[in-house]
């Protein structure tokens, strides 16, 4: 089945730094949306950040001025670039086309603790 590839998480002391990637189907992703997600156990899955296709972006008031978002559209990729990470940070992060919605990735693990 079709579906996002997300890399880069890990573990990191709290302030520091981590970029995800994700790759995703070449359907439409020039012209889409796309979104990074996460979720923690017993909750339901969050976007944290979007990013249009002509590069405006949104993010949720939790990551506003600590995260950063971006596309690399001849690689059909997506990025998440993490700052001043805190505990709370802490999630397996997914990515996604928010119009075609594929099936949920592996996503990626961060660890955010000391």
């Known amino acids: 089945q079709v579906q996002p590839v997300e890399s880069g998480g890990g573990l990191v002391q709290p302030g520091g730094s981590l970029r995800l990637s994700c790759i995703l189907p070449e359907n439409f992703f020039n012209t889409n949306t796309m979104g990074w997600y996460r979720q923690v156990p017993g909750k339901q899955r969050e976007l944290v950040a979007r990013?249009?296709?002509?590069?405006?972006?949104n993010y949720a008031d939790s990551v506003r001025g600590r995260f950063i978002v971006s596309r690399d559209n001849a690689k059909t990729t997506v990025y998440l670039q993490m700052n001043s990470l805190k505990p709370v940070d802490t999630a397996v992060y997914y990515c996604n086309d928010l119009a075609l919605m594929y099936f949920w990735g592996p996503g990626t693990q961060v660890t955010v603790s000391a």
């Open positions: 990013i249009t296709a002509g590069g405006s972006t």
